[in-house]
């Protein structure tokens, strides 16, 4: 019989081989959007013009991040209704972000809900301004989190690099004793550079599937996670047990 320490600890190794896959993952897409869109090395032949986010190749624009996303809010679901007993629907709130697995449910039907599901991207708005794409199920997600829709045609992964430094840079800005925060009146200055959509078709046919794998493994990754969570205290307590 496996004991149950070690079961714990081999299940806890089953799920580390698809962490490093998604690392790579996320590594190749921000090398490829590095090449193609901050160093432009697939058309250094081509003319150059400047811009307000400086030279760019002829036929290219500057717009705001609405021209390539829509983004949407999570809303003030009631604490009092919150459950820990699976009624209703999970909600996200933005503690739950980095670990994929909402912590409360509700059976609150909030009139400005926003429902997310796998593969959504969404940013918290408090604390620091981390990009992170959901692999848990479908939720709703609480306020002071964001969601990003990428417009048809706009890769999921061309979003995430567009928005990852301007991000950052807001989060870096930002002076308080306490919390910081981020807003819609950010999000408002936030540019894109937006080449044509023969570009961002190509681009759209080489990272998108790298984005779909690597939704793949995060949902994996909660699947296994959650066996994992029912499993090691039944055999913690000897209510079940596995033969080698």
């Given at each position: 019989?496996?004991?149950?320490?070690?079961?714990?600890?081999?299940?806890h190794?089953?799920?580390?081989?698809?962490?490093?896959?998604?690392?790579?993952?996320?590594?190749?897409?921000?090398?490829?959007?590095?090449?193609?869109?901050?160093?432009?090395e697939?058309?250094?032949?081509?003319?150059?013009?400047?811009?307000?986010?400086?030279?760019?190749?002829?036929?290219?624009?500057?717009?705001?991040?609405?021209?390539?996303?829509?983004?949407?809010?999570g809303?003030?679901?009631?604490?009092?209704?919150?459950?820990?007993?699976k009624?209703?629907?999970?909600?996200?709130?933005?503690?739950?972000?980095?670990?994929?697995?909402?912590?409360?449910?509700?059976?609150?039907?909030?009139?400005?809900?926003?429902?997310?599901?796998?593969?959504?991207i969404?940013?918290?708005m408090d604390?620091?301004?981390?990009?992170?794409?959901?692999?848990?199920?479908d939720?709703?997600?609480?306020?002071r989190?964001?969601?990003?829709?990428?417009?048809?045609?706009?890769?999921?992964?061309?979003?995430?690099?567009?928005?990852?430094?301007?991000?950052?840079?807001v989060?870096?800005?930002?002076?308080?004793?306490?919390?910081?925060?981020?807003?819609?009146n950010?999000?408002?200055?936030?540019?894109?550079?937006?080449?044509?959509?023969g570009?961002?078709?190509?681009?759209?046919?080489?990272?998108?599937?790298?984005y779909?794998?690597?939704?793949?493994?995060?949902?994996?990754?909660?699947?296994?996670?959650?066996?994992?969570?029912?499993?090691?205290?039944?055999?913690?307590?000897?209510?079940?047990?596995?033969?080698?």
């Amino acid at each position: 019989m496996l004991a149950p320490y070690a079961y714990g600890r081999q299940r806890h190794r089953s799920l580390t081989p698809r962490r490093p896959r998604n690392h790579n993952l996320e590594e190749q897409s921000q090398v490829l959007y590095k090449s193609w869109f901050v160093d432009f090395e697939p058309f250094k032949d081509g003319k150059f013009v400047d811009s307000e986010l400086g030279m760019i190749p002829e036929g290219w624009r500057v717009g705001t991040i609405y021209d390539i996303c829509d983004v949407y809010y999570g809303a003030p679901f009631n604490s009092t209704l919150f459950n820990a007993e699976k009624k209703g629907l999970p909600l996200i709130r933005i503690r739950d972000l980095a670990k994929q697995e909402a912590g409360v449910f509700t059976e609150e039907r909030h009139p400005k809900g926003q429902l997310t599901c796998k593969g959504d991207i969404l940013v918290g708005m408090d604390g620091e301004f981390s990009i992170y794409i959901w692999g848990g199920e479908d939720s709703w997600i609480n306020q002071r989190i964001s969601r990003f829709s990428p417009k048809p045609g706009i890769s999921h992964h061309f979003l995430t690099e567009t928005l990852r430094p301007q991000l950052k840079a807001v989060e870096s800005s930002e002076v308080a004793t306490t919390v910081i925060h981020i807003g819609k009146n950010d999000y408002d200055k936030f540019r894109a550079i937006i080449p044509p959509q023969g570009v961002l078709d190509s681009f759209y046919q080489i990272s998108e599937p790298l984005y779909l794998q690597y939704v793949e493994n995060l949902s994996g990754n909660q699947e296994l996670s959650s066996t994992r969570d029912v499993l090691l205290p039944r055999l913690m307590s000897g209510e079940i047990s596995f033969t080698c």
